[in-house]
């Protein structure tokens, strides 16, 4: 039926739209200055074969949202590095994400042995030290968007409340090692939290990880309507906006979104009259999803910049 087909290609465009609008967005990065390897040295051919093997790693199993690995461990040149994805983004953001990091890692970081990359969907990282099963606190990163909110005592409440949940979730389910809680601020003003730890920290290693990150978040960021706290082991996030999926996955979120179409594309090919009416207010629909995507996928503008505004104590200890 011709009709069935112009409602599936109309649902379709919504999901193409989403797609394009997915961007990856850099939060911050981090590069010990204090030992460097030299170009062609045997660290720089272990540091290109631990990078290429945790892009085959994220790239071949769809369900890796972390993988550690190392080269040349049992001698002085080992390098050891590991990815970890936000555990909610789908595994192709999070293979995304990784391919790009390591793209951009070699850019930023040249020939420094020890680095930091986090984006906002992933983090990857390597070293000269084997750091797996390590709790570390150190280097930290983070930053907060600039603007202020009313009211900040109350809010700053609020978020320490919220995000002692998200961290509670995140560390009493090993499994997924990450949790989140929105709370509602006032009439206007929704808070979202989220937290998550290594898969490799115990309970109470994560549990102690996000407190740290959170008093770090609750110090440095006061009043301000968004912040985050990187640590190698944990990290936390706050906006008031949605930045985060609430189903477990993407993916499923997607295949939920994919039987709403298939149920909405029967129902609209047999009820002619809903059909015209749906057309007409086909533009308004269509603005209304571009905004919603926006919101969840593009995430924060003020991201790339916000870094600059940071307090040094937070962002350049070694
Ligand atoms: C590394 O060196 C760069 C350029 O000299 C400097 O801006 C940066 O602060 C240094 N980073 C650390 C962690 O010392
Ligand atoms: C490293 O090796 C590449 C190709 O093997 C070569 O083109 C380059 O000049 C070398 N760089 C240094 C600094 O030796
Ligand atoms: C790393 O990836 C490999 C290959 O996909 C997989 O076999 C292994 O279990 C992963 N390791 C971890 C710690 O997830
Ligand atoms: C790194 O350290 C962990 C914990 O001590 C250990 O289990 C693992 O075998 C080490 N890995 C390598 C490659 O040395
Ligand atoms: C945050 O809450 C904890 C208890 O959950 C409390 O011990 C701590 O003092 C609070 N921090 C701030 C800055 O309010
Ligand atoms: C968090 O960890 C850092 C680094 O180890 C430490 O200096 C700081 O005192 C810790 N903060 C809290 C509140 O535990």
């Not at 690995?69 to 049992?74: D, E, M």
């Not at 009493?172 to 206007?188: D, V």
């Not at 996955?249 to 129902?267: D, R, T, W």
Request: charged share 20%.
């Amino acid at each position: 039926m011709p009709r069935t087909r112009f409602l599936l290609l109309f649902m379709l465009s919504f999901f193409t739209l989403k797609a394009a609008e997915s961007t990856l967005t850099m939060s911050s990065h981090y590069c010990s200055n204090s030992s460097t390897f030299a170009p062609n040295s045997t660290y720089h051919a272990n540091l290109d074969r631990v990078l290429d093997v945790l892009i085959r790693d994220v790239v071949a199993d769809p369900d890796n949202e972390f993988n550690f690995t190392s080269s040349g461990a049992s001698s002085s040149e080992a390098v050891y590095g590991s990815f970890m994805c936000r555990g909610d983004v789908s595994n192709k953001e999070c293979a995304d994400c990784v391919k790009n990091a390591r793209v951009e890692i070699t850019q930023l970081c040249q020939m420094t042995k020890t680095t930091f990359m986090w984006y906002d969907q992933c983090m990857l990282r390597y070293s000269n030290t084997n750091f797996t099963r390590k709790m570390e606190l150190e280097p930290r990163l983070g930053g907060y968007n600039d603007e202020n909110i009313d009211q900040s005592d109350e809010f700053m409440k609020l978020l320490n409340q919220t995000m002692d949940h998200a961290a509670r979730e995140a560390a009493w389910h090993p499994s997924r090692m990450y949790g989140h809680r929105n709370a509602k601020f006032n009439q206007e003003k929704t808070l979202y939290t989220f937290a998550q730890c290594v898969p490799y920290l115990s309970k109470n290693d994560c549990w102690y990880c996000l407190r740290n990150a959170t008093s770090s978040l609750l110090s440095h960021q006061k009043g301000k309507i968004g912040g985050r706290v990187f640590l190698p082991s944990c990290f936390v996030r706050f906006e008031i906006y949605p930045f985060y999926r609430s189903s477990s996955k993407g993916k499923v979120h997607f295949l939920l979104k994919i039987s709403a179409a298939i149920i909405a594309a029967v129902v609209g090919s047999t009820l002619l009259f809903y059909m015209i009416v749906w057309h007409l207010r086909r533009g308004s629909r269509r603005r209304v999803l571009r905004r919603e995507s926006k919101s969840y996928l593009e995430e924060d503008p003020i991201g790339g910049k916000f870094l600059n505004s940071i307090p040094c104590n937070l962002i350049c200890k070694q």
